[in-house]
């Protein structure tokens, strides 16, 4: 499903963000990116968004090596990942029901899927009561949900969420969850970078640790904790 293969990401003046890394992800698994700030999560999810190019290396999507993909195909590369932010990013100006038909009209969906497929992921995320609210009348909970369903609207295959519980309570949190679990449960592989040592403990997923642009630790059913 996903592949990086000896994948290296050098910055400016010789910075490492990235060293050497390898790394397999199944089609519909759950999996943790942990470690310190500046471990390089950040890094591994541009790559795989094609955000950064690797310094060395390749990086497999459905056995299609995405460095060597052309500037005029990356944004169907995108189409098949949805993207989830600790912020929301969403738009102040548009209703939740509005958020969420954007991102199909981007990719210029017909109006009559719109109208069928907006109504049907505000369902999953538990929000069709709130559907011509606008952001500002929302909880920080509904508006990841909303962020959520933003980013499953167009049925990606993966899903990437970057510290997606970092603005959230710990009871909002686990709603969160529970709903990244639902969908991962329907067929989407979910990536999530995270600094939530209790989620990731009782979660017992996939565990991939980094540390200092290395992975030191990639186990199943995986705690938090690192190796230094």
């Not at 943790?32 to 471990?39: H, K, Q, T």
């Not at 060597?68 to 738009?91: A, E, T």
């Not at 969160?176 to 999530?192: D, E, F, P, S, Y």
Request: hydrophobic letters at 40%; glycine letters at 8%; one cysteine or more.
């Amino acid at each position: 499903m996903i592949e990086l293969h000896n994948v290296t990401k050098t910055y400016l003046k010789g910075v490492q963000a990235l060293v050497n890394i390898n790394l397999k992800i199944e089609r519909e698994e759950f999996i943790f990116l942990v470690g310190p700030s500046g471990a390089g999560k950040t890094t591994c999810v541009k790559l795989i968004l094609k955000e950064e190019e690797p310094t060395e290396g390749s990086i497999f999507i459905d056995g299609q090596d995405v460095t060597r993909l052309s500037r005029r195909k990356v944004p169907y590369h995108r189409r098949n990942i949805g993207v989830v932010f600790q912020d929301f990013r969403l738009l102040p100006n548009k209703t939740v029901y509005e958020n969420i038909a954007f991102a199909m009209q981007i990719i210029e969906a017909t109006s009559k899927d719109i109208r069928r497929r907006v109504p049907m992921v505000l369902g999953m995320v538990g929000l069709s009561d709130k559907a011509a609210s606008y952001p500002y009348q929302l909880s920080g909970g509904e508006k990841q949900r909303t962020s959520i369903a933003r980013a499953i609207v167009n049925n990606p295959s993966i899903l990437i969420a970057d510290e997606p519980t970092g603005n959230l309570d710990p009871e909002t949190a686990w709603e969160i969850m529970k709903v990244l679990k639902q969908i991962n449960r329907r067929g989407t592989t979910v990536i999530m970078a995270t600094h939530a040592r209790n989620i990731v403990d009782t979660m017992q997923q996939r565990v991939v640790a980094l540390e200092k642009g290395r992975i030191v630790r990639d186990e199943q059913r995986g705690a938090y904790e690192y190796e230094g």
